[in-house]
């Protein structure tokens, strides 16, 4: 049974940063591209950070600078360090594994950033 478990969002200020963990198991974790995304209130789920089973790293424009997505295939764990956050950056952020045919999400954790 694949999990990908989120942890590390909670509320903080403007300008604040959070580490948001996401635990794979049940998935050979290395040989997937891992990615990060999130879906604010009345909006479309979209991709904030991602990495390659290689490492190769992409970031969507509005994150660009503020965010570094990281992996650690020995603890089948991937990260994303968010920092200089904005209000805007309110969303539920969500973990996803990917590779050919097979893409899994985790439940989501929340992060809110208050002005």
């Known amino acids: 049974q694949v999990q990908l478990v989120e942890s590390g969002g909670g509320l903080v200020q403007a300008g604040g940063s959070l580490r948001l963990s996401c635990a794979a198991s049940?998935?050979?974790?290395?040989?997937?591209?891992m990615g990060w995304y999130r879906q604010a209130p009345g909006k479309q789920r979209e991709l904030v950070a991602s990495i390659t089973r290689g490492g190769s790293t992409n970031y969507a424009d509005s994150v660009k600078g503020r965010v570094t997505i990281s992996r650690d295939n020995a603890k089948n764990t991937v990260y994303l360090q968010l920092n200089s956050l904005k209000p805007e950056d309110t969303a539920v952020y969500y973990c996803?594994?990917?590779?050919?045919?097979?893409?899994?999400w985790g439940q989501g954790t929340q992060v809110t950033v208050s002005s």
């Open positions: 996803n594994a990917r590779k050919v045919l097979s893409t899994y």
């Open positions: 049940g998935i050979i974790f290395s040989i997937h591209d």
